[in-house]
C-alpha cells in the first residue's frame, strides 16, 4: 500500500487537493446549484419556497409585472432592470475613477528610489487593512449635513461673510460613488504597481534611444506591458462593487438601490428567497460576462494576488 | 537617463491621491477625541480634566481625561465579545485555509491529476463571482441542511444546529483557500527541483526531504499566504454577514448594526486602536522586509 502510493505520482496529487476541492464543491458549488434550484421556485406565505420550475422571477426582475394598475395582465415595470442598470454603471465609473488615480500613485512607487519604495507601499496597505466598515464611517462623517467638509466650507464662508446653506452630500448617487471609490482605490493601484516593477528599465533606454519622446514611450512601452495589472485590479474593483451592499445602504440611504441591497432585502426583509436567488444569479452572470470578455483580450496573471 | 526622474503632474497627482487616501483616516482618529457626545460638531479636544459636553450646556467630568471615549470602549461588553470573536474566526481560518491551500498548490504545481484542471478553475470561480453570490448560497446550504438535520434528529433548544462562529470559519475557510494557493504556487514556479533531487541522493526520504528542503523554501510564500487569509478573514463582511448567528458578532458586523442606529464617538475610538495597530503590523512588516533585503 505505501510502496504504491510511493509511485502512484496521480494517486499522491489527488489526495493533496482533495481537501480544498471537497471544501470548494461543499461550500461553492452546491450552494451555486441550491440557489439555481430556488430562483426556478416561488414562495409561500411565510417565505418558504415551493420548488417548481416557473422563470417568473427572472421574468419580473427585467420588468415584466404581473401586479399592474387597472387590472391589465401584464405590463412593464422598469424597477428591478433599473436597479441592474444602475449596478453596471456604479461599477463601471467607479474603475474609470479608480484607474484614473491608481495609475499615477502606482507608477510614481514603482519607479521611486528602491530604498523608499517600500515606504510608499506600505503607505498603501494602511487604508487597505483599516476595516472596510470603518472606511465608509470615515465618508459618513464627513458627508453629514453638519459634517467635516460642509463644517470646512462653512467655516470659510463666514470668513468671508457668505451666506452658506449647507451642502446635502450624504444620501446622494455621488456620495456612494465617493465612496466606492475609497473602498476600492488601494485594490487597483497593487496590481498595476506589480505590473509596472516588472518593466525593465533598458527597455525605457531603449526606446529613448530609438528617438521616442516620454510620452510616446508611456504608450508604446509602459502602458501596453501594465495591462495586466490592470485588467487584475478592474477584476478586483469591478466585481465587489457590483455585489456590495454596505456603502450603498450607509452612504446612499433610500436613495441608492444596488443589486447588492436587493438580494440582502429579498433574504432578510422581503422574505423572497426565490427572486433574491434569481437576482442573485443574474449579478453573477453579468460578473461573468465582463470578466470573460475582458480577460480574453489581455489576460490577467499573478498581479491578481498582488493585495 | 535617470529613472528615478518624474514628470511633475506624477508628483502633484501622487501627493493628491494620499491625500484622499489619508484625510478620512485622519478625521476618524481625531474625532475620536472629540468633546461632544453627539459626534455632529467638533467640539474641540477634551481636555485633560476632561470637561464633556454631554448635549446643550450639560457638562461632566471624565476621569480619563482626553481617552474619554477609549475608557467607554474598553467598558463596552459587545466590542469585547465581538473583537474575540473575530480573532477566532481570523486565526482558525488562517490555519485551516493555509493547510490546504499549500497542499493544494503543491498538487497542482508538481503533480498531473485527473481532476487538475477541474481544481484550477474551481479556484478562480470565487475570485470571480460577487461575495453576496456566494454568501446568499451558502446561507441557503446551511439553511436548508440544519433544517433537513434538525428534523431528522429531532434536535430541539440548545442541541438545534444554528448560524454561529462554526459556520463563519467554515466559510471564511472557503473564500480564503483560492487566495492562499496561489500565492503559494507563485513562489513554487520559481523553485530549484535539484535542491530536493540532491537531498534525495543523500539518502533522505520523501518525509524528511519535505521538512528540510521543500518547505524551508516554499515557507515565506505561505506565510504571506496566511498573512492574506488572516487580513481578508478580518475584513470580510458580506460573506459573515449571511453566515453569522446570535453570539458569534464580528467587529464589522457590530459596527454596522451600530452606524444604522446611532453615531457615537465610541466607533472612532475603535477606528483609531484598528488604525494603531495596522500601522504597528505594517511598520513590523516593513522592518521585517528591509532586514530580508539585507
Known amino acids: 500500500m505505501l510502496k504504491r502510493l510511493r509511485e502512484n505520482k496521480s494517486f499522491q496529487g489527488t489526495l493533496l487537493v482533495s481537501p480544498t476541492l471537497l471544501w470548494m464543491i461543499a461550500l461553492l458549488f452546491i450552494p451555486l446549484i441550491l440557489t439555481t434550484i430556488i430562483s426556478f421556485g416561488t414562495r409561500n406565505a411565510d417565505g418558504g419556497v415551493i420548488y417548481g420550475f416557473s422563470f417568473h422571477n ?52 514603482a519607479r521611486a528610489h528602491p530604498k523608499r519604495r517600500n515606504t510608499f507601499l506600505m503607505l498603501v496597505l494602511v487604508p487597505l487593512w483599516t476595516n472596510f466598515v470603518i472606511r465608509v464611517y470615515a465618508w459618513m462623517m464627513l458627508l ?24 446635502q452630500m450624504l444620501y446622494t448617487p455621488g456620495a456612494v460613488l465617493v465612496g466606492m471609490v475609497y473602498e476600492f482605490l488601494p485594490f487597483m493601484i497593487l496590481p498595476i504597481f506589480t505590473s509596472l516593477e516588472k518593466i525593465d528599465v533598458p527597455l525605457y533606454e531603449a526606446a529613448a534611444d530609438l528617438g521616442a519622446n516620454p510620452f510616446r514611450t508611456f504608450l508604446r512601452v509602459t502602458l501596453p506591458l501594465s495591462m495586466p495589472g490592470v485588467v487584475a485590479g478592474t477584476i478586483l474593483v469591478f466585481i465587489p462593487v457590483m455585489g456590495t451592499f454596505i456603502v450603498s445602504d450607509l452612504l446612499g440611504g433610500k436613495q441608492v438601490i444596488l443589486v447588492g441591497n436587493l438580494i440582502q432585502n429579498q433574504f432578510l426583509s422581503a422574505r423572497d428567497p426565490t427572486f433574491g436567488s434569481a437576482a442573485s444569479l443574474i449579478l453573477m452572470i453579468m460578473t461573468l460576462i465582463v470578466t470573460y470578455f475582458y480577460t480574453r483580450k489581455f489576460g490577467f496573471g499573478e498581479e491578481i494576488i498582488a493585495v | 537617463m535617470n529613472p528615478h526622474r518624474r514628470h511633475p503632474f506624477i508628483r502633484v497627482a501622487t501627493i493628491l491621491v494620499y491625500f484622499f487616501l489619508y484625510a478620512p483616516i485622519l478625521v476618524l482618529v481625531l474625532y475620536s477625541f472629540n468633546a461632544s457626545r453627539t459626534n455632529i460638531l467638533f467640539a474641540g479636544f477634551i481636555p485633560s480634566f476632561g470637561a464633556l459636553q454631554m448635549g446643550g450646556s450639560t457638562v461632566v467630568q471624565s476621569p480619563c481625561g482626553p481617552f474619554h471615549w477609549f475608557c467607554e470602549l474598553s467598558r463596552n461588553r459587545e466590542v469585547g465579545l465581538a473583537a474575540r470573536n473575530t480573532l477566532t474566526i481570523a486565526f482558525i481560518s488562517t490555519f485551516i485555509s493555509t493547510i490546504i491551500g499549500t497542499m493544494a498548490a503543491l498538487a ?31 446561507l441557503t446550504l446551511f439553511s436548508q441542511l440544519f433544517g433537513i438535520l434538525n428534523g431528522a434528529f429531532g434536535l430541539e433548544g440548545d442541541s438545534r444546529l ?31 527541483k535539484s535542491f530536493e533531487e540532491a537531498a534525495m541522493d543523500l539518502g533522505a526520504n520523501e518525509l524528511i526531504t519535505f521538512w528540510r528542503v521543500t518547505f524551508p523554501m516554499i515557507l515565506p510564500g505561505v506565510l504571506s499566504g496566511a498573512l492574506l487569509a488572516f487580513t481578508l478573514s478580518l475584513d470580510d463582511f458580506v460573506i459573515t454577514f449571511f453566515t453569522t448567528g446570535p453570539g458569534a458578532t464580528t467587529l464589522p458586523i457590530y459596527v454596522y448594526g451600530l452606524l444604522r442606529r446611532i453615531i457615537t464617538p465610541q466607533v472612532n ?3 483609531t486602536v484598528w488604525i494603531a495597530i495596522v500601522l504597528t503590523v505594517v511598520f513590523l512588516l516593513q522592518r521585517l522586509q528591509s532586514r530580508e533585503a539585507k
Open chain 1, 144 to 167: 453629514r449635513e453638519q459634517g467635516v467638509i460642509n463644517g470646512i466650507i462653512g467655516w470659510v464662508a463666514a470668513r468671508f461673510g457668505v451666506q452658506f446653506e449647507p451642502l
Open chain 2, 108 to 138: 497542482i504545481q508538481r503533480y498531473n491529476f485527473r481532476l487538475k484542471s477541474f481544481s484550477q478553475l474551481s479556484l478562480y470561480v470565487p475570485i470571480v463571482i460577487p461575495e453576496i453570490v456566494m454568501g446568499i448560497g451558502i
Open chain 1, 58 to 109: 427572472y421574468v419580473r426582475l427585467f420588468g415584466f409585472s404581473t401586479d399592474c394598475p387597472g387590472g391589465q395582465a401584464s405590463c412593464f415595470d422598469p424597477l428591478y432592470a433599473n436597479i441592474l442598470g444602475r449596478s453596471l454603471s456604479l461599477a463601471f465609473w467607479t474603475t474609470v475613477i479608480v484607474i484614473a488615480l491608481a495609475y499615477p500613485l502606482a507608477y510614481f512607487i
Open chain 2, 162 to 192: 444554528s448560524l454561529g462562529l462554526g459556520t463563519v470559519i467554515v466559510s471564511h475557510i472557503a473564500f480564503s483557500v483560492p487566495f492562499v494557493t496561489l500565492v503559494v504556487q507563485a513562489r513554487l514556479q520559481g523553485f530549484d
Open chain 2, 269 to 271: 475610538a475603535l477606528s
